[in-house]
């Protein structure tokens, strides 16, 4: 027989800050993309030089591998995927001790079975998510593997420079197009971990969206690793400046 889910109002309110983080979180870092330096561009600028190495190189085994080992990161991240989501169909099947345990935990408000079982539906939701990332990212970086396996090298001086800038750039589409799925995949595991606040309070959950949003802009627009990959090209985080464009 079905029954009703009631969910209390702060529940709503958190599952829906926690929605806006994510979803807002994502729009605001493409769109920001465009105008300050983030890991995103600086990686996009970083692929098209690799492609465009590539076509200047007799040998292309050493690029090869260099794909084929992300693929194998992303590859684990997708089968792990499977093995979370198998683990909590398997807690939705024995919900009732399942909420017995959240019982016992200290500073755990109290919920009925019926909203455990929600929150457990959304854990379940948000990894499908992931899975989805993961395997599409998969197959692109496949995609660039079969491009570097047809990629002209410089021991063809028949082919024209207009053909390899236009190999050398779609390639690193490709190539780009792969790593963003891989980041949305990495940035859903970010929020899961968010989520699982939501089984102890409503109000660490929106804590903890709140942690995970600024850990991710920090990373994308302020860290160390920015600041170095930046350095490379001699620029400095911040504003996009009109002559790099």
């Not at 979803?23 to 983030?38: C, L």
């Not at 539906?121 to 948000?126: M, N, S, W």
């Not at 891989?182 to 606040?197: H, I, K, P, T």
Request: aromatic content about 14%; charged content about 15%; proline content about 3%.
């Amino acid at each position: 027989m079905f029954k009703m889910i009631t969910i209390p109002l702060i529940d709503i309110i958190a599952l829906s800050w926690f929605m806006f983080c994510w979803v807002g979180y994502s729009f605001f870092a493409r769109k920001r993309a465009k105008t300050y330096y983030s890991l995103s561009n600086i990686l996009c600028t970083l692929r098209v030089e690799w492609m465009n190495a590539v076509v200047h190189k007799e040998h292309h085994i050493a690029d090869a591998a260099l794909v084929g080992n992300v693929e194998r990161t992303v590859t684990f991240f997708a089968s792990s995927t499977i093995f979370v989501l198998a683990g909590v169909l398997t807690v939705i099947a024995s919900n009732d001790a399942f909420v017995r345990v959240l019982e016992q935990l200290p500073f755990t408000t109290q919920q009925s079975h019926g909203l455990v079982l929600l929150k457990l539906a959304g854990i379940a939701g948000i990894m499908v998510f992931a899975f989805f990332k993961f395997t599409w990212a998969v197959r692109q970086f496949g995609f660039v593997s079969i491009l570097l396996g047809m990629a002209p090298s410089i021991s063809r001086p028949t082919v024209e420079k207009a053909e390899r800038d236009a190999f050398s750039l779609n390639a690193a589409k490709v190539l780009d197009q792969a790593g963003h799925e891989y980041n949305y995949g990495l940035r859903a595991y970010y929020f899961a971990l968010a989520y699982l606040c939501w089984f102890v309070s409503p109000w660490l959950f929106i804590t903890a969206s709140i942690i995970v949003t600024a850990v991710l802009y920090r990373r994308e627009y302020n860290s160390r690793v920015l600041r170095a990959l930046l350095a490379s090209q001699g620029l400095e985080p911040g504003p996009k400046s009109t002559t790099s464009e």
